[in-house]
């Protein structure tokens, strides 16, 4: 019976790693890698920061656009003047009344030129890269998190194999008190029996904390807290058969980084234009108009300025119609004595007061365009061309260089997915070969022909070969998610 659940506990690793493919609904909530890439588009902060740029690029094409709508600006003031006269080389000036004034003013200006428009070009290549730029921000995310996830997965293959080695090491504490019980082992086997099963319980422990580990920093990448009792889908695709030259072909045409730096490149060769677009004229054009209201404080001191006035006019009309009187020539003296202030002018006063603050008084308006054409302003202009020049060709260096860097890490991964795809084949067989010898230790140690430690010693060596081979299987989804990165899309 002590054989048999001994090597019940060897084949449980194979049912062990096949249960590790279909989690139960049991163990908690069941997360796909499908899930963990469709929850980290939504939440990871980093790539929430690379999406907001887009509003960014969105309102300096909309600024760029604006540059051939006029500018238009208005004005609403209001004052107030002491009536106390102002005194310029012994004058007096200005009113003894206190004055309460509001103006308004609306101006509007449009300015026209070439460079406007290779700006507008420039800045709406920008717009597009900064979609290439959140495009390869989303890759890059995908990549981590499917990296994690990986790691989160192999740990937890790990843990279902250190689990399924304390079963083995139980099976073989038990062998080793039932030999010492017949009288066929010693207290030593059972002893370092007894040592080997408490270190495999610090293994499965340690190896069941790192999978919740993996599984915090997973939810980290994602960008959600962390769901205790989750765990993984194992049932990963296989990766495709694609060959190198298509793969680098994919990679130029829809690597999003590259594409990235393409699209400012052409935004550079418009700069160029643009610095050189200030050997042309442009066109100015500017309207203006304005209005004015005032009102004084005091309305009874106008009236009465108003009656002086009249009256001083009708005492100067009189005295000089007399004298023209008395030289017995034409005179108006009947009209100057009519000279009277009337209720009417004293209601126009007041009238005229009432139309503060927004009964205005139109200025008159103004037009004018200006044609001007630069000819000479020190070599400024030549400068900016060298400098937007050695920015085109900085851009295009940037280019050429990330090409070269893209063909070489996608034809690097594939290089690392071959390998990584014939390792598995290779460990899969040293694994068969360390299974079947743990199986002849354990019958070997059972009748007495090796001893605890070379039965131990087989079991570290499937240990060995096992762990590897799950470190081997991972390897290639790790090889090919690396792949997937170099060509800047998902390929399956």
């Known amino acids: 019976m002590l054989a048999f659940a001994f090597a019940a506990a060897v084949g449980g690793v194979s049912a062990s790693r096949a249960e590790a493919q279909t989690p139960s609904a049991a163990q908690g909530t069941v997360l796909t890698l499908t899930d963990a890439l469709t929850l980290a588009r939504r939440n ?3 790539l929430a920061n690379s999406v907001n740029t887009r509003r960014t690029a969105a309102a300096n094409v909309r600024a760029a656009n604006g540059a051939f709508l006029p500018s238009v600006n208005t004005s609403f003031g ?3 003047r002491e009536g106390r006269p102002t005194f310029f080389q012994g004058q007096a000036f200005g009113s003894t009344n206190d004055q309460l004034s509001t103006d308004a003013s609306a101006s509007a200006s449009l300015n026209l030129s070439l460079g406007a428009l290779n700006d507008r070009r420039a800045i709406k290549a920008e717009q597009n890269a900064t979609e290439s730029d959140i495009s390869a921000a989303e890759v890059t995310v995908r990549n981590n998190v499917v990296n994690q996830y990986l790691t989160a997965l192999q740990a937890q293959a790990s843990a279902n194999l250190q689990d399924t080695l304390l079963t083995t090491t139980e099976a073989q504490l038990q062998l080793a008190r039932a ?12 002893q370092r029996a007894e040592v080997a099963h408490g270190q495999q319980r610090v293994a499965a422990l340690r190896a069941r904390n790192t999978v919740q580990v993996e599984l915090v920093r997973l939810y980290q990448q994602i960008g959600i807290p962390f769901v205790p009792g989750t765990t993984l889908d194992s049932n990963l695709p296989a990766p495709p058969d694609v060959t190198l030259e298509s793969l680098l072909d994919m990679a130029r045409r829809a690597n999003p980084s590259l594409e990235a730096l393409k699209i400012r490149e052409e935004g550079a060769r418009r700069q160029v234009n643009s610095a050189r677009s200030a050997y042309y004229p442009s066109l100015s054009m500017q309207a203006a108009l304005s209005a004015f209201t005032n009102r004084f404080t005091n309305t009874n001191l106008l009236i009465a300025q108003a009656q002086s006035s009249v009256a001083s ?3 100067t009309c009189i005295r000089s119609e007399e004298v023209r009187a008395r030289l017995q020539l ?3 003296l009947a009209q100057c004595e009519g000279l009277a202030f009337t209720p009417a002018q004293e209601q126009a006063i007041r009238d005229n007061q009432g139309k503060y603050p927004l009964d205005f008084t139109r200025n008159p308006y103004s037009l004018s365009a200006t044609l001007s054409l630069p000819l000479f302003n020190g070599f400024r202009r030549e400068q900016q061309i060298e400098q937007a020049q050695v920015q085109r060709r900085n851009a295009e260096n940037n280019t050429r260089a990330l090409s070269l860097r893209v063909t070489a890490d996608v034809t690097a991964a594939q290089l690392q997915l071959v ?9 899969e067989e040293n694994v068969r070969t360390a299974r079947t010898a743990l199986s002849l230790a354990q019958e070997r140690y059972r009748v007495g022909a090796i001893s605890i430690v070379d039965l131990v010693l087989a079991r570290g060596d499937f240990e060995r070969a096992e762990t590897d081979r799950i470190t081997a299987v991972y390897d290639v989804q790790r090889a090919f998610a690396a792949l997937e990165n170099a060509v800047g899309r998902p390929l399956r």
């Open 330 to 332: 034409a005179n108006t």
């Open 179 to 190: 030999r010492l019980q017949v009288g066929s082992g010693t207290q030593l086997d059972v």
């Open 78 to 80: 209001g004052g107030y």
């Open 313 to 315: 006019s009708r005492a």
């Open 44 to 46: 990871n902060p980093t």
């Open 419 to 427: 390998t990584a795809q014939q390792a598995v084949a290779l460990q």
